[in-house]
Structure formats: C-alpha cells, structure tokens
C-alpha cells in the first residue's frame, strides 16, 4: 500500500514515511493511494476494538516495516472501550462515548495508536524526534499524554492563549520533561499555520527531524476509522441495518475518519457534520465556495477552526463539491443552542454532554423527521464533561464527576512558554531544544 499526496496523486509513500514526514513534501497531505474493501464478512469473530483495528489497518500496513508490528500496536493504543450507549427504547438513537482514554476525549486512540508506531520505527543511535502539534483543545493533552517521556522524542504543543477551556490548558500544560507548551497569541488557525510553515522551513531541516501529531498526519485518522467500523458492525450484526453518525467537526479529521471507514465497505449509510457558529464548511456546502475566515470563539472551542486542514483530505474523496452535497450534510449551531442541549440532554436522557457532544445532539434534532425516524442514528461524543465543567455544571445543577485518571492529570504542576503567532518565534523555541 502507498499513499499519495492530497496535491500530487504521481509522488508517493509508504506508511512509515508519511507518518514520519507528517506533512507531504508539495505540503499536501497523505491519502491512500487506493481502498481496500473490507465487508462486514472480513470481520467475523472481530468484536473488541484491537482485533477489529488489526484487521483494518492490515491491508495499509502491507509490505511496511510496520506490518509486523501491527498486532501489537494496535493492542498497546486501544487498550480502553469505545461504548455505545442506547438513548431510546428502539435503540435508533445513541451515543458513542469516545472519551473513555487517559485524557478523556476522542484523540486518546488516533495519539497513542501515532505514538506506539513511532517508538517502534525510532532508533535509539538517530537523532532525536520533534513532534509539532497544533491544538484547539483536546489533541495537544492526548499527545502529550502519548509521548510523555518516550526516549528519543520531543513533542512542542501549540495552543491559542486563552481560547481553551481551563481544564484543557492544564491538560496541556503539566507535562515537563520531554513535553514543551506553547501559549500562542492567536488562533487555533495561527497554531496550526505555524506547524506548516515549520515543515517547509529550511533552515528547521537542520535540527532534527520534524513531525506532527495533528490531524494531518495520517496515523492520526486511520486509526480513528477503528471505533467507527467497528460500531457500525456491532449495529449491523444485531439489526442488520447500517449506521448513522453525526459528527462534532471542527479540523475535520474526525469526519474524514468516519468516510474512510465508509469508503472500505463498512455498513455506515448518512454522515451528518455538526459544527459551532465556524460554519466554513457548512457554507461551503451551500454556496460552493470554499472561502475560510478567522475563527470564532465558542463553547465548544476544540471546533473553533476557520480554515480546517482536512477539506483537502475530503476533497481528495469527493472532488466535485455536488459528490460531497450527496455524501455529507452539515449544520451549524450557535452558543445559547449548545446550552439548551445540554440542559435537554440531561433532562430528556440523564446525560450529562460537553459542548461538542451538544452540538451533535442539536444538529440531530434539526434533521427531517423521516430522516430521523428512518436510520439508527449515532451521536458522537468526543469529550467528556468533566472537561468543560464551568460550562455544564450550571447549565444542569449538579457537579460533573471527574475521570480518575483525568483527576491525576488536573493535580500536576503546570508549565507553559508563550510566544507570537510569527514562525520566527516558533523557530527560535525549536532551535532552542535543538
């Protein structure tokens, strides 16, 4: 298997080296070159998510010096549930609860799935490795959670100063050792430019090698694809029927993840995009033009991108944008929308959602009643509350209980650097670790 470059299908890779490069060399990203199709038969006897990964990622590992290892990678990063949890006595409404790993949200499997390969594709006599990651909120804390103190690997987390919840930026921050954060002054727009440049940056060429954990790497999303295939299959094998999702989208990787899966064969029928008041893509979508902005703050601030990274990743898989109209819809929702779903949600479910996990539930509610009544519908949870406390717990009149393991993260001594948006400063932080 090799992946090409979303800007020049010709020049292509193997999966090691696009996860190593991060970012294509013509400052494209990697998309497999072809798709494996995988029926619901290439699963059987495949339930727990390792198995159901290993056997996923098999056809894109083929021929890699990875592939040996696979079985045991898979094993290490998805060591913790992906549960569905039923919201109606039909079952044609639930949730995905993604937020079950070390840092509480979605990114725990795509960030330890990225950081298990790269321990095993590292040698210790090579220089050492720099992982850039932009962050909006929940991927730098999964990151750095990844790599905490892997030998040979330095991970610099970007982040937009105070445009992330409280708890977020502790994520980010308590690390040390081999872990740097960055406050930047901007945007999650700024954060993730900054992580481009620096790729293509010569005079960075000479500090070591350089990689990213964000979305745009490619051991990002493959893995990602797993917890769609393999609750599609669980819904398929019970009702004989495909699933639906509806997606909180911000960068857009989640969403490419969930049409990859699509693309192998697994029986996933409507994807929906929920996204906050950042509604390029939903504009997109309406006028057919692609014309990204400065972001907007909101509650559910992992969203808040203006100019999401993986719209070439989507356009690599529906070039035309009346093919994506017919594969995706996607809504936007506004701050005082978010708070009434939380509120409903807990009145309505006895859940208690993040901001993110609301929008999805709004965006649901805003489908066509037929469209609603005729699927089984998934809404995807990414973070857990506990995240976004001083959002919720107003809103429903109770206390969120927090995870035990993101308790022992929260009482970590912090530590951070900040810096401006310019790539000057992001080289001089860079060559300073050097």
């Known amino acids: 298997m090799h992946f090409a470059s979303s800007r020049a299908a010709a020049a292509t890779s193997s999966f090691s080296a696009a996860l190593l490069q991060g970012l294509a060399p013509d400052g494209g990203l990697y998309v497999p070159a072809s798709w494996p ?12 998510l390792p198995v159901v990964a290993a056997r996923m990622l098999a056809p894109f590992v083929a021929g890699d010096a990875l592939a040996s290892r696979i079985n045991d990678i898979v094993t290490e990063a998805f060591s913790f549930p992906a549960p569905r949890v039923g919201l109606t006595e039909d079952d044609r409404l639930s949730v995905l609860e993604l937020f079950h790993g070390p840092t509480a949200a979605f990114k725990d499997f795509g960030a330890r799935f990225l950081a298990a390969a790269f321990a095993r594709l590292h040698r210790p006599e090579a220089p050492a490795l720099t992982i850039l990651v932009a962050t909006s909120g929940d991927t730098g804390g999964a990151v750095a959670a990844a790599f905490h103190q892997r030998p ?39 954060c993730q430019r900054l992580v481009k440049e620096a790729f293509l940056d010569e005079s960075l060429q000479h500090t070591g090698a350089l990689s990213s954990a964000n979305s745009i790497n490619l051991g990002r999303l493959l893995p990602q694809s797993v917890y ?27 969403v490419v993840a969930c049409l990859w899966a699509q693309r192998m064969g697994l029986p996933i029928a409507q994807v929906v995009l929920a996204h906050n008041v950042n509604r390029t893509v939903p504009d997109y979508l309406d006028s057919g033009q692609w014309q990204p902005r400065p972001s907007i703050a909101t509650l559910a601030s992992a969203m808040d991108v203006g100019n999401p990274s993986n719209m070439e990743r989507l356009r690599s898989l529906f070039p035309q944008v009346q093919e994506l109209r017919q594969a995706v819809s996607a809504y936007s929702v506004t701050d005082e929308q978010i708070r009434a779903r939380i509120v409903d949600g807990y009145e309505r479910f006895g859940q208690i959602w993040c ?7 709004e965006a649901f509610e805003r489908l066509p009643r037929q469209q609603r009544a005729g699927g089984r519908w998934v809404l995807v949870a990414t973070a857990h509350p506990a995240k976004f406390a001083e959002i919720v717990e107003p809103l429903i009149g109770r206390a969120v209980p927090v995870p035990p393991s993101l308790a022992m993260l929260l009482a970590r001594p912090t530590q951070c650097t900040e810096i401006e948006a310019s790539l000057g400063a992001l080289r001089g932080v860079l060559q300073e670790r050097s």
Not at 37 to 48: D, I, N, R, S, Y
Not at 242 to 251: K, Q
Not at 355 to 361: E, I, R
Request: charged share 15%; proline share 7%.
């Open 37 to 48: 199709q995988l029926p619901v038969q290439a699963f059987a006897g495949a339930t727990h």
């Open 152 to 190: 040979g690997i330095r991970v610099v987390v970007l982040f937009p100063k105070g445009l992330v919840s409280p708890t977020q930026e502790r994520q980010l921050t308590c690390w040390g050792d081999n872990v740097r954060a960055l406050a930047v002054h901007g945007t999650f727009d700024d």
């Open 355 to 361: 901001p993110h996990t609301a929008t999805a539930a």
């Open 228 to 254: 769609y295939a393999a609750t599609s299959l669980a819904i398929f094998r019970k009702y004989g029927e495909p699933a639906s999702f509806v997606v909180p989208s911000g960068n857009l990787g989640n």
